[in-house]
């Protein structure tokens, strides 16, 4: 079976999770986005409105500048990104995730990491931050800096395009600044894979 199919499986169980109580509140699952064979991967925090009306990630705002990122470096959902979320439903009022939704959707998530074997992952924001590397460090801290992933990755903490709306200076050192730096070394890693 190919990736394509492998991941549609895992989307068809997605869209028959009860789980937890989020599945008694969403209009649509949203599972995955971008190219599904890609070698990036990021997982973002969980679907937002438009998310879970539309049933594709980072469609609101916030991902319309992630596509905007994306661009800056060259780089597009539509040719080299694969896009997900930690949670495949929306929290209501778009609430942090609870723990146990995190938990009960684990098993997409690392599904789709399994199948996808990603060379390069980018934890977008905090929630994917905390889910992906067991650390008490926030994305501040971490943001920009290389860490070991599953199946040989290597994966990036970086902040979330939300947090970026919400700060919009692009001085030396702002969090729009730190982004810019960020995805040039992710762009720069992606060049390099053979
Ligand atoms: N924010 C996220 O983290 N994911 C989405 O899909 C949309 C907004």
């Given at each position: 079976?190919s ?13 028959l ?24 991967m ?39 990104v ?5 949670l ?61 992933g ?45």
């Amino acid at each position: 079976m190919s990736v394509e199919e492998d991941l549609e499986d895992v989307k068809n169980l997605c869209e028959l999770c009860d789980k937890c109580s989020l599945a008694q509140s969403r209009t649509n699952i949203v599972f995955s986005g971008g190219v599904p064979n890609s070698k990036l991967m990021l997982i973002g925090e969980a679907p937002g409105y438009y998310e879970d009306q539309q049933g594709e990630p980072f469609v609101g705002k916030a991902g319309q500048l992630l596509d905007k990122i994306f661009a800056s470096v060259g780089l597009s959902r539509k040719k080299d990104v694969y896009i997900c979320n930690t949670l495949k439903c929306r929290p209501p009022n778009n609430r942090d995730p609870y723990p146990e939704e995190k938990a009960a959707c684990r098993a997409f998530l690392d599904a789709q990491i399994e199948i996808l074997k990603p060379r390069i992952i980018l934890l977008c924001g905090k929630v994917a931050l905390s889910s992906m590397i067991n650390t008490t460090s926030g994305i501040t801290r971490l943001r920009g800096q290389w860490f070991d992933g599953p199946f040989g990755s290597k994966m990036m903490p970086i902040f979330h395009p939300s947090y970026l709306l919400r700060n919009d200076s692009r001085e030396k050192g702002s969090p729009k600044w730190l982004m810019w730096q960020d995805i040039q070394a992710v762009k720069k890693a992606y060049d390099e894979l053979s």
